[in-house]
């Protein structure tokens, strides 16, 4: 399996605009996380989701964060309108949700907004 | 939520030393893993060890779940080790891991 894959893996966009990253998880895992990672708060949890649907979602940190799995191979995240303090890395990683529940994390987006 | 501890939080080695990184939990888990940063940001796998111990080349690891902790060893250190080591744990009732705050450990020549 080529494992977690995530696109682009750098992303320059300036603030307002809408930037979408996207992930495809590995192959029968069906347990799909998005995190970031800043040098303040170090990696945290956005979103995950179960089977497609999205079970935790405390982490977004406001409504321009917004993520979708319209199927078990495919999510985005998608950050509308987009500002400075968006800047990190966003990393994906999948699981299986029974039996070994070892997660995999994609190379990350760095996502920089001027 | 569960609070994960990371000790030292920065680690210089000179090449071939040995060492152990520390990660403390405040509460039961049922998945805990070790991950090596590298210097490129990629999440290298290193162990999935929920609870004992086990080996992989120079690198080891223990959990002890009823004690809260768990050790990574690395021994004869090469510079290729340098990056930053989390240790993430996932509680019971939730998928998702948390992460400690990391270990830097820097191997010089």
């Known amino acids: 399996d080529a494992g977690v894959i995530q696109s682009p893996r750098h992303e320059v966009t300036e603030m307002g605009q809408e930037v979408t990253l996207r992930c495809k998880p590995i192959?029968?895992?069906?347990?799909l996380f998005w995190y970031r990672q800043t040098m303040m708060r170090g990696l945290e949890l956005l979103i995950y989701?179960?089977?497609?649907?999205?079970?935790?979602d405390s982490g977004m940190p406001e409504d321009r964060f917004s993520a979708k799995m319209p199927n078990a191979s495919f999510s985005t995240l998608k950050i509308q309108p987009s500002e400075p303090r968006d800047s990190a890395v966003y990393f994906c990683?999948?699981?299986?949700?029974?039996?070994?529940?070892?997660?995999?994390f994609g190379q990350g987006t760095r996502l920089t907004v001027v | 939520g569960i609070q994960v501890e990371q000790s030292p939080p920065d680690l210089i080695l000179q090449e071939g030393a040995n060492s152990t990184l520390r990660c403390n939990f405040s509460?039961?888990?049922?998945?805990l893993q070790w991950f090596h940063q590298n210097p490129w940001g990629q999440l290298i796998n290193l162990f999935y060890?929920?609870?004992g111990t086990k080996q992989n080349g120079r690198l080891s690891a223990t959990t002890v779940a009823t004690e809260r902790y768990s050790l990574l060893y690395i021994s004869s250190s090469q510079t290729t080790d340098s990056g930053v080591y989390f240790c993430?744990?996932?509680?019971?009732?939730?998928?998702?891991?948390?992460f400690g705050s990391g270990t830097r450990l820097q191997v010089q020549p």
């Open positions: 192959s029968g895992h069906n347990s």
């Open positions: 060890i929920p609870s």
């Open positions: 989701f179960n089977n497609n649907v999205p079970i935790d």
């Open positions: 993430a744990v996932r509680s019971p009732g939730r998928r998702a891991l948390t």
């Open positions: 509460d039961s888990v049922n998945n």
């Open positions: 990683a999948s699981s299986q949700s029974i039996g070994p529940t070892e997660a995999f």
